[in-house]
C-alpha cells in the first residue's frame, strides 16, 4: 500500500470575485452545457405623470452624458397669457370709459374720474382711428394728421395745464382727448342726413362740439384752477372745432 501523497492544495480566490448580474469567465471544459441570455433593462422615464419606455438612442446618450440634449424646459405660465391681457388691453374698461364720456352728466351715477385717474392708450387710439376713418372721404391724408394733432394737441393742453399748477400727466390728458372725440363720431352719420340743411346742420356741429369739449374739460379742469378754469377750457374747445374741421374738410 503506498503512503497517500501530498493533498493538492484549493486554488487561491480571485482578486475579484463576481457577483450576480456580472460576467463569470469559466474554462471551455465546464462551458459545454452552459447556456443563457442577456437581457435589457426596460428603462421608463416620468414625463409629465405619464411612463415612456426608453429608446436605445436616448439610453446611449444619457450614459455618455450628452442626456441634457433630451431634456425639455416647462413652459412658463407668463407666457401663455391671452393676447388682450399681454397687450394689456381691458375691454370692460374701455366700454365704461366710452360711457363715461357719452354721458357726461353727473346725475347719471358714472365715476368720470377714471377716465383721468386710471388712463389707458389703446382705448384712445382706437377712438382717434376711427375718427379718422370717417374722415377719410375723398381726403386720406388726413388719418396722419388726425393722430397728430391728437398727439400735438394734447402734449399742448398738458404744458398749459401744467402752467396754470394741475396736477395731470401727460397720459391722462392724451386719453381723455381721445376718448372725448367720441361726440364728433356720433354726430357723423347724423350730418351725413342732414347735410343739405345748412342751419341744422351748424347746429348739430356745435352741438357736437359742446359736447366734446365739455367731457375733456369737466375731466381735466379741477378746482385747482379756481379762475383760471377759463384759460384752459378755452383752448380745449378750439382744439375739438379743429377736429371738426378735419372731418367735414372746412
Known sequence: MQPPGPQQQPPPPPLYAPTNGDFTFVSSADAEDLSGSITTPDVKLNLGGEFIKESTATTFLRQRGYGWLLEVEDDDPEDNKPLLEELDIDLKDIYYKIRCVLMPMPSLGFNRQVVRDNPDFWGPLAVVLFF???????????????????????????????????????????????????????????????????????????????????????????????????????????????????????
Open 132 to 250: 379718422s376713418m370717417i374722415s377719410l372721404y375723398g381726403q386720406f391724408k388726413v388719418v396722419s394728421w388726425i393722430i397728430t394733432i391728437w398727439i400735438f394737441g394734447s402734449l399742448t393742453i398738458f404744458l398749459l395745464a401744467r402752467v396754470l399748477g394741475g396736477e395731470v400727466a401727460y397720459g391722462q390728458v392724451l386719453g381723455v382727448i381721445g376718448y372725448s372725440l367720441l361726440p364728433l363720431i356720433v354726430i357723423a352719420p347724423v350730418l351725413v342726413v342732414v347735410g343739405s340743411f345748412e342751419v341744422v346742420s351748424t347746429l348739430i356741429k356745435l352741438f357736437g362740439v359742446f359736447w366734446a369739449a365739455y367731457s375733456a374739460a369737466s375731466l381735466l379742469v379741477g378746482e385747482e384752477f379756481k379762475t383760471k378754469k377759463p384759460l384752459l377750457i378755452y383752448p380745449i374747445f378750439l382744439l375739438y372745432i379743429y377736429f371738426l374741421s378735419l372731418y367735414t374738410g372746412v
